[in-house]
């Protein structure tokens, strides 16, 4: 293995993980409505779809160069659900705990979302054109790389997580609560629209 290759990936995925992004607003949002428990099935559903995808990237690489209309596609579809997303947070009254428990985001939207995550799709892109090779040049070796960014992404998620659902500790009364529903309701329409920028 190339060592200053391997540096260089972990600066390109460490950044790419921890920054704001679908995956970490909504978790941020999420933890802020229902606690760092229950976002725990929609972090597992990251995690399965985020894997997922980096192997059919891994493999498709080729493919998806060559037809960047089906990517931009998808990157406006997701940009475009993400926003939904974030106008069902905006809009959302502090909850009862029934309320709450049939609201919640489990492990299917956390896998299914992966599909439309425009930066999941760039990350992976940037990353198995520019280190695809650096566990070697068999799909395996592709496997671990996407294990690699497993492993940095998780704690970024659950971090993300953490920080809503301190913040739904200060916000803690029915009008503070309402307040940073839209607060992190807007930041999902904010990340929607960055999407759409950069595309």
């Known amino acids: 293995m190339d060592t200053d290759l391997f540096i ?8 790419m993980c921890f920054t704001p992004g679908p995956n970490n607003v909504l978790c941020a949002a999420h933890g802020s409505q229902y606690g760092f428990r229950k976002t725990l099935p929609l972090i597992a559903g990251m995690a399965i779809g985020w894997s997922t995808l980096g192997l059919f990237v891994g493999g498709a690489t080729v493919f998806i160069e ?3 209309s089906f990517f931009d596609a998808l990157t406006y579809v997701g940009a475009i659900y993400i926003a939904y997303l974030g106008y069902k947070v905006w809009q ?6 029934d309320e709450k428990e049939s609201n919640k985001l489990g492990i299917k939207t956390g896998t299914v979302i992966q599909v439309v995550n425009g930066k999941a799709w760039i990350h992976f892109l940037v990353l198995m054109t520019q280190f695809g090779t650096l566990f070697g040049t068999t799909f395996a070796a592709k496997a671990l790389l996407v294990f690699l960014n497993l492993v940095c992404g998780l704690p970024a998620v659950m971090s993300w997580a953490a920080f809503g659902t301190q913040l739904r500790k200060l916000f803690s009364t029915p009008d503070s609560a309402r307040i940073l529903n839209r607060i992190m309701g807007t930041s999902l329409v904010v990340v929607s629209m960055w999407i759409i920028f950069k595309a």
């Open 66 to 68: 060559t037809n960047e």
């Open 92 to 97: 959302s009254s502090p909850m009862s705990n």
């Open 8 to 15: 260089a990936a972990l600066v390109f995925i460490i950044p």
